[in-house]
T-cell receptor, first 111, second 114 residues
Framework: LAKTTQPISMDSYEGQEVNITCSHN???????ITWYQQFPSQGPRFIIQGYKTKVTNEVASLFIPADRKSSTLSLPRVSLSDTAVYYC????????????FGAGTRLTVKP | DGGITQSPKYLFRKEGQNVTLSCEQN?????MYWYRQDPGQGLRLIYYSQIVNDFQKGDIAEGYSVSREKKESFPLTVTSAQKNPTAFYLCASSMEWESGNTIYFGEGSWLTVV
């Protein structure tokens, strides 16, 4: 499983766009990139997943450059309820036996 | 509703006791996982199982044991050999779909040593 590196923490204000970048220099050809959100005392939940270029859903966008060595989670117009820890996970559909998470990024949204 | 159910939500253990955390899923997932999370820290993998009757150690398996007798169940036993078991424990399962893996988590169990 490709090792990931994320910033430990980020601060933002309500209404701003937040971009969290994850580095995964040794990503393999079959690997997908998945982002999760975790609130205190809860299990992480799926946000978005992508393989290359750009993916958008109702809560976020995921930007993946051509070399796929990094990815950026974009949260548009954050609110206080987006304060959470965000994890990026890299893996492939043929290898679900190594789901190891990094330390994640603690996002704090301020009024 | 489909999902992953962990129980109990809160558990207190006396030193020297073994305790078992339950994890049940009705998502028909083949793979299941146990993670430990200490306050303010990330998730650390304890054990995982890809199929029934098979499981593998993760990064911090010492002091823990698991079984996988049924596809939907993956209980975790915290033994007396685990010297610092106070933590938040998360069970998860994963599915494969044609374009990637997604992992689903239970709501977690808090274990406190008293």
């Amino acid at each position: 499983l490709a090792k990931t590196t994320q910033p430990i923490s980020m601060d933002s204000y309500e209404g701003q766009e937040v971009n969290i970048t994850c580095s995964h220099n040794n990503i393999a050809t079959n690997d997908y990139i998945t982002w999760y959100q975790q609130f205190p005392s809860q299990g992480p939940r799926f946000i978005i997943q992508g393989y290359k270029t750009k993916v958008t859903n109702e809560v976020a966008s995921l930007f993946i450059p051509a070399d796929r060595k990094s990815s950026t989670l974009s949260l548009p117009r954050v609110s206080l309820s987006d304060t959470a820890v965000y994890y990026c996970l890299v893996g492939d559909e043929y290898n679900n036996n190594d789901m190891r998470f990094g330390a994640g990024t603690r996002l704090t949204v301020k009024p | 509703d489909g999902g992953i159910t962990q129980s109990p939500k809160y558990l207190f253990r006396k030193e020297g006791q073994n305790v078992t955390l339950s994890c049940e899923q009705n998502l028909n997932h083949d793979a299941m996982y146990w993670y430990r999370q200490d306050p303010g820290q990330g998730l650390r993998l304890i054990y995982y199982s890809q199929i029934v009757n098979d499981f593998q150690k993760g990064d911090i398996a010492e002091g823990y044991s698991v079984s996988r007798e049924k596809k939907e169940s993956f209980p975790l036993t915290v033994t007396s050999a685990q010297k610092n078991p106070t933590a938040f424990y998360l069970c998860a399962s994963s599915m494969e779909w044609e374009s990637g893996n997604t992992i689903y988590f239970g709501e977690g169990s808090w274990l406190t040593v008293v």
